[in-house]
């Protein structure tokens, strides 16, 4: 009796140890949608201000964005991710100011790119390829302002770049086609991105990608 539970532990041990390395494994993937930028005519008016510059204007706070990641999937529920992002033009600012004298108008635009790394959790749902997906981690960020003008030159709130590492979450669904093909659609933030000179605010992104398993 006692052999019997022995190999019966023994069993069951190897069947998990064979489930474990079922889902360790390389994955890579890609994956395209909206960006959107949490930024409005009223904190462009508190940057402008903050630089010395009285004006006001408008924003356009959407474009389309894309990321490639690689990641490694420990076991079932958990993964390491790691890539790259774009997320195009994601703000357009247009205004008019005051002073410096003699005023005038200017446009900006707002782009941004960079690398991430995220803790990535999964929770199956049944054993029907659907799984809730979860994501925590921190990006490097750049914000890249491209001004132009007329009038007087808007010092301090020119052609400028912010870069710095925000945090980043973000939460999806993702579908098993196959063993090897997975879809996913996502939600994710980036957090206080850019600055006074850029213009500043969190960064979402809303994607729909595939992901390839090796």
Same mark, same amino acid.
């Given at each position: 009796?006692?052999?019997?539970?022995?190999?019966? =532990?023994?069993?069951?041990?190897?069947?998990? $140890? +064979? %489930?474990?390395?079922?889902? #360790?494994?390389?994955?890579?993937? *890609? &994956?395209?949608?909206?960006? =959107?930028?949490?930024?409005?005519?009223?904190? $462009? +008016? %508190?940057?402008?201000?903050? #630089?010395?510059?009285?004006?006001? *204007? &408008?924003?356009?706070?959407?474009?389309?964005?894309?990321?490639?990641?690689?990641?490694?999937?420990?076991?079932?529920?958990?993964?390491?991710?790691?890539?790259?992002?774009?997320?195009?033009?994601?703000?357009?600012?247009?205004?008019?100011?005051?002073?410096?004298?003699?005023?005038?108008?200017?446009?900006?635009?707002?782009?941004?790119?960079?690398?991430?790394?995220?803790?990535?959790?999964?929770?199956?749902?049944?054993?029907?390829?659907?799984?809730?997906?979860?994501?925590?981690?921190?990006?490097?960020?750049?914000?890249?302002?491209?001004?132009?003008?007329?009038?007087?030159?808007?010092?301090?709130?020119?052609?400028?770049?912010?870069?710095?590492?925000?945090?980043?979450?973000?939460?999806?669904?993702?579908?098993?086609?196959?063993?090897?093909?997975?879809?996913?659609?996502?939600?994710?933030?980036?957090?206080?991105?850019?600055?006074?000179?850029?213009?500043?605010?969190?960064?979402?992104?809303?994607?729909?990608?595939?992901?390839?398993?090796?």
């Amino acid at each position: 009796m006692n052999n019997k539970n022995g190999l019966g =532990r023994i069993a069951v041990a190897m069947g998990m $140890l +064979v %489930a474990s390395t079922t889902y #360790a494994q390389w994955y890579a993937g *890609g &994956s395209g949608g909206q960006s =959107r930028m949490d930024y409005n005519s009223s904190q $462009l +008016v %508190a940057d402008l201000a903050a #630089a010395g510059i009285t004006g006001s *204007g &408008s924003v356009g706070d959407t474009d389309i964005g894309g990321k490639l990641f690689v990641g490694y999937q420990f076991n079932r529920y958990f993964a390491l991710e790691g890539g790259y992002f774009n997320m195009g033009r994601f703000a357009t600012i247009n205004g008019t100011f005051t002073a410096p004298a003699p005023g005038g108008t200017f446009a900006s635009d707002l782009k941004g790119q960079g690398g991430n790394i995220d803790a990535v959790g999964l929770l199956p749902l049944g054993e029907n390829g659907f799984s809730l997906l979860g994501r925590a981690g921190a990006a490097y960020f750049e914000t890249k302002a491209s001004l132009s003008s007329t009038g007087a030159v808007l010092v301090g709130y020119s052609n400028t770049t912010s870069s710095k590492t925000v945090p980043e979450l973000g939460i999806g669904v993702q579908y098993d086609f196959t063993k090897t093909i997975a879809g996913r659609v996502e939600a994710q933030r980036y957090f206080k991105v850019g600055n006074g000179n850029t213009g500043s605010g969190d960064v979402d992104f809303y994607s729909a990608g595939i992901v390839v398993r090796f």
